[in-house]
């Protein structure tokens, strides 16, 4: 089985997967302190209304898609489906939490739907008022806005003002604007809400070196955080010194931070962290898409397709890799805290909790994913042990769980599960 590539999955999942959302862009983006994209062009979503019964009930899902980290990188993906909400399709399908079928999604398959469309290139954190101007054309850092503009006009036009209950969840970049934003939005939910929780999707990359002892990961999320000024938790910027605030750009250091119920869902062989963080270089020249540099270290892009191809050198650090994961999880106080919990797999996959394939057969001991959220989500203030699922760990394999095998174990019923895909 391939180890899967990072990024181009974004946009291709949402054309496989099942709930049809029809597509807003944000009302008056200017009265919203200017809630655009990188183009300068509004910020969309899209909603799908639930069923009367479940009216009051929503999740929200923030997509992601990798980050631009340098200007004129950020100025390429202003010219992408990355950096602008008008190329993308007035209506979507999307899985996980927003499938609507209940055979599949049981749980939230008729509460109301929204999906932010990710357009910023900093996970919902850019808060810079100047704009970046080239000869070319001109940018704006405004993603943090779009994010606090949606809940307004969700509230506003869409019934969020009568919510009660709210899953806040997204994958990738989208998973790390959860982990930055879980709080803020909490803050911002109307008195009527009685339960709210985050489930962030892959969204966590380790403050690692890279397998030839580089420290340009990190480099890239500082750059970012500056360039666009970020706004990310606030509790976590302020237990650092000015000069250090960029680390909560990263899950493991903000995690302990956030005061909201969370439940983790990612692989500790995260294809896009192996990639980026252990097999990636520094950036040499602009890209509009991804995170970096990935798969540039000598040797690995053989290794990412094949398991044979990969040296024992390599397995090293991937095994590395997965285990500093683990530990990080095992030892974040914020799981000694009730009420948290986390779902780590070991495919080598990225971001696929909102697929039909990973949300209803992925599972851990016998605990499908969708399971494992609905127990933690539908929970009171539980111990986080009642909600921990750690999955086997693979030595010198792509497979230790036969449920990551998901061409042989779907039947061909199921719906829109995706075949493997390529591309960067």
Same mark, same amino acid.
């Given at each position: ?40 062009? *509004? ?87 100047? /704009?970046?101007?080239? *000869? ?104 650092? *010194? ?26 500790? %062989? ?15 020249? *602009? ?17 990412? +397709? ?24 095992? %030892?974040? /106080?914020?799981?000694?805290? +009730? ?72 039947? %061909? ?12």
């Amino acid at each position: 089985m391939k180890m899967i590539r990072c990024f181009a999955f974004i946009l291709f999942i949402c054309c496989v997967c099942s709930a049809i959302m029809d597509k807003y862009y944000l009302k008056d983006a200017a009265a919203n302190d200017g809630a655009v994209c990188l183009d300068g062009t *509004p910020g969309a979503y899209y909603f799908q209304a639930g069923s009367e019964a479940n009216s009051t009930k929503w999740v929200l899902h923030v997509v992601g898609g990798g980050m631009c980290m340098d200007d004129y990188s950020c100025f390429l993906r202003s010219q992408t489906t990355l950096g602008s909400c008008i190329p993308w399709p007035d209506q979507i399908h999307y899985g996980g939490p927003l499938h609507e079928d209940p055979a599949y999604n049981p749980d939230f398959y008729d509460w109301n739907h929204v999906f932010l469309i990710f357009c910023d290139g900093a996970s919902f954190s850019g808060d810079r008022d100047e /704009p970046v101007v080239f *000869p070319e054309g001109t940018i704006y850092y405004r993603g943090h806005r779009i994010l606090l503009g949606l809940i307004k006009e969700l509230k506003n036009l869409r019934g969020f003002d009568r919510a009660t209950d709210v899953l806040f969840v997204g994958d990738s970049a989208g998973g790390m604007a959860t982990y930055y934003h879980a709080d803020e939005l909490r803050d911002l939910m109307p008195k009527s809400v009685t339960r709210f929780k985050a489930a962030p999707f892959s969204g966590m990359f380790l403050d690692r070196l890279s397998c030839e002892g580089k420290d340009f990961f990190r480099k890239e999320f500082q750059h970012v955080y500056q360039m666009q000024n970020c706004s990310v938790n606030k509790r976590c910027e302020a237990a650092y *010194p000015p000069d250090e605030r960029y680390k909560c750009m990263f899950a493991e250091y903000t995690m302990e931070y956030i005061e909201s119920p969370l439940f983790v869902l990612n692989s500790a %062989n995260d294809a896009c962290g192996i990639a980026c963080v252990v097999a990636g270089e520094p950036e040499t020249e *602009p890209r509009g898409t991804g995170s970096g540099n990935c798969t540039a270290a000598p040797g690995w892009q053989y290794c990412q +397709n094949e398991p044979h191809q990969c040296s024992d050198s390599q397995w090293k650090d991937i095994e590395d890799y997965a285990s500093a994961f683990r530990k990080l999880l095992e %030892n974040n /106080p914020k799981f000694k805290q +009730n009420g948290n919990g986390y779902f780590e797999y070991s495919c080598f996959t990225h971001a696929i909790e909102a697929t039909t394939y990973a949300w209803f057969y992925v599972e851990i001991q016998g605990t499908a994913m969708r399971d494992a959220v609905k127990r933690w989500y539908f929970s009171d203030n539980e111990p986080s042990s009642n909600h921990m699922y750690k999955d086997c760990i693979n030595h010198h394999s792509f497979m230790c769980n036969p449920t990551c095998d998901y061409p042989t174990i779907i039947p %061909n019923s199921a719906p829109d599960f995706p075949p493997l895909y390529e591309g960067y």
